[in-house]
Structures are given as structure tokens and as C-alpha cells.
């Protein structure tokens, strides 16, 4: 085996979350965003985002994450702020974006069901590309899509119930549904050209519709390339060598380690292992990969959009794929999440979470001590 091919995937992570005052209310993060690297700015004003650099291990990934995390809430705690785990704010109708020409546009063009992107923080998980092998890493990724249940962390929007994975449902099935290709998890892919054709023609799509939208195209041309223009769960990533997956909440730093782990032990296994496209059930074994056919794959995201780990067969189907389903308790399973909740309910709910996400960390961080 060659030294190439016995080194580790490296794998990082990209997590959102929602900033709050000490009343619960969505607040700019100021002075967070100095607090460690790899902090950013999201697009609009109440988020941040955290990322780590790649990684070779998982506790190597852990130790960063926490890390970063725990720098950002010690500057949180003199402030009295908080970084709430969940995938919407559960009720708050208005979120202003930060300036930006590449927000500016997409408003223009998808119209006011832009504002259901703005209520939504997830994860992002990219992990190394293998040579020779990365068309398999992105359909392994498409097959296990399904996953993103074990961390969906939201069902409300606007304080009513929408869906286990109420995310993933504003983005899929709401904020681009006048654009039929994006926002969705798009079928396998034969090849790295297969990919490119796809991102030229969705590329030439978005940009019609800004031509139509009033956008002049050195506008349009100076803010978007084929690669950033597009929106799916799954992207073959040039600028960073990874494939990326997108569909995850956010959720408790713990809980996104563990997925991240799975999913770069799961491509990692392609490097020796034979993988074919068949059937309906899909799964992984010591000398195979099965993925089943995308339309069975369609069926096990809906249902981990719609019902989460609710479904029997979709947790068969995760435990078949290689997760540990048992290992997963996500906030959207958790506590009464029926009628509507209220503005003031929204903020209870946001505090106690920005407070599980501190007890999550400081856990992780005595375990390391220990």
C-alpha cells in the first residue's frame, strides 16, 4: 500500500449556531467573533459560525472543535451571551442578513422565500477526497443522507410544528422550490465530467433566472462561479479537495463529532472495499459498499425529513449504513413539541439549550483532563 493510500482521511467541520443575549432574544455576536480561529460571520446577523482545520483523527477533530467552542463561550459568558444547538430560532419572524451583493442577489431572485434560509444554522462535514475514488466518496455521501435524522434539532418555524427536520424542509422543499434543481439532493453521479456538466447547466440556470430578476450579468458574474452558484446536500468541493455534506442541523458539538466520525470511517472504507448501486436496502459490510437505488435513497430522506428516527425503516436502514442509531437522541425528539409556541416560550427554549451546549463542552473538556 502506498504512503498515500495508508494515510487517514482528514475530515472538518463547519457548525452554525444562533447567538442570544441573556433573555434568550437573538442578538449580533460582537466580540465572539475574536474569540478563536476559524470564527466567522454567517449571512445573516444572529449567527455564527465555527470551523476547524483538517483533521487526520477523530479526537484530533474533537479536541479542536471544543477547543474553539469553549474559547467563544468564555468570551459569550462576559458578555451574557449564548450559543444555542438548534436548527431554527423555533419563533422569531424577522432576521435581518448582513450586507452582502451575493445575499442581495439571491433575494432578487428567489423572492420572500429567501426568509426561509435565514432561519435555518446547520452542519457542514468535508472530508478528503481519495484519489481516484471521489465520485464513490459523493455517492456514498447521497446514499447516506438519510443520517442527517440522527441530529435533526428543530420541528418548529415561526413557533409552529413543520417536521422532525424542520431545516431541511425549509431548504428542500421550500426556500427554492421555484428553482426545480436546487436546494435538492441531486441522483449519483458517473463521473467527474458528469459533475461539471451538472454545475454548468444549474450555473446558466440560476443565472437566467437573475438575468429575468433585473440582475446585469457582471453583476451576477463578479459574486457567483458554477461552484457557488449551486445549493445541494452533496458537493464534490475543487477549492478544498473534500467532498462536503450539508444536510445536518446543528446540534450538540458531541452529537456532530459522532456523526463526523462515522461518515469519514464510511468513505474511508472505500479505499479497500468493493461498491455497487442495486436494490432497495443498501449496505456496508468489512468488503462492500451497496448503495440502494436513488429513488429508495429519496424515500429514506423524506421520511428522516418528515418523521426522523420516528421510522422504523429508516432506522433500519441507518443501523444497515453503519450507524449507531441508539448512540443519537436529537432535539427534535425531545419534550412536548405540540401546539404552538410562543415568542417568550422560544426564548425559555433557546436558554436552555445555549446551556446544554455548555454542560456538552465542558463535559467533553473534563473528560480530556481526566
Not at 434568550?24 to 466580540?31: A, S
Not at 455521501?141 to 435524522?149: F, G, M, N, Y
Amino acid at each position: 500500500m502506498s504512503e498515500s493510500q495508508s494515510e487517514p482521511i482528514r475530515r472538518s467541520i463547519e457548525v452554525e449556531y444562533w447567538v442570544v443575549d441573556s433573555d434568550g432574544r437573538l442578538t449580533e455576536p460582537g466580540p465572539l467573533v475574536a474569540a478563536a480561529p476559524g470564527v466567522e460571520r454567517e449571512f445573516v446577523e444572529p449567527v455564527l459560525e465555527i470551523k476547524t482545520t483538517p483533521c487526520e483523527t477523530t479526537p484530533q477533530l474533537r479536541a479542536e472543535l471544543f477547543e474553539r467552542i469553549g474559547k467563544v463561550l468564555a468570551v459569550a459568558d462576559e458578555h451574557d451571551m449564548g450559543l444555542v444547538p438548534l436548527a431554527t430560532p423555533l419563533n422569531h419572524d424577522e432576521i435581518a442578513d448582513l450586507p452582502s451583493e451575493r445575499t442581495r442577489i439571491q433575494q432578487e431572485i428567489i423572492g420572500s422565500d429567501f426568509e426561509y434560509v435565514r432561519h435555518c444554522a446547520g452542519t457542514h462535514i468535508h472530508v478528503e477526497q481519495i484519489p481516484g475514488r471521489a465520485i464513490d466518496q459523493l455517492n456514498t455521501l447521497v446514499a447516506i443522507d438519510p443520517a442527517l435524522a440522527l441530529v435533526n434539532s428543530a420541528r418548529r418555524f415561526r413557533g409552529r410544528p413543520l417536521a422532525d427536520g424542520a431545516r431541511s424542509k425549509l431548504y428542500r422543499w421550500m426556500a427554492y422550490d421555484g428553482l426545480a434543481h436546487q436546494g435538492r439532493l441531486w441522483r449519483y453521479i458517473e463521473s467527474r465530467e458528469d459533475w461539471d456538466r451538472r454545475l454548468q447547466r444549474r450555473y446558466e440556470e440560476f443565472e437566467r433566472a437573475a438575468l429575468e430578476s433585473g440582475i446585469d450579468r457582471q453583476t451576477f458574474t463578479s459574486s457567483f462561479d458554477p461552484e457557488s452558484a449551486v445549493w445541494t446536500p452533496v458537493q464534490l468541493r475543487s477549492e478544498f479537495g473534500t467532498v462536503e455534506w450539508r444536510s445536518p442541523d446543528t446540534a450538540l458539538p458531541s452529537s456532530v463529532v459522532e456523526l463526523a466520525d462515522t461518515v469519514a470511517r464510511t468513505v474511508e472504507h472505500l479505499r479497500d472495499t468493493e461498491i455497487r448501486i442495486e436494490g432497495d436496502t443498501g449496505r456496508v459490510t468489512d468488503s462492500q459498499i451497496v448503495l440502494p437505488e436513488f429513488t429508495h435513497v429519496l424515500e429514506y430522506v423524506n421520511a428522516a425529513i418528515r418523521d426522523g428516527l420516528a421510522s422504523e425503516s429508516l432506522c433500519g436502514y441507518l443501523e444497515r449504513m453503519g450507524f449507531d442509531v441508539e448512540a443519537y437522541d436529537p432535539i427534535s425528539r425531545q419534550g412536548d413539541d405540540r401546539g404552538m409556541l410562543s415568542v417568550a416560550q422560544a426564548r425559555e427554549r433557546r436558554l436552555s439549550y445555549a446551556e446544554r451546549l455548555e454542560r456538552d463542552v465542558t463535559e467533553a473538556q473534563s473528560m480530556r483532563a481526566d
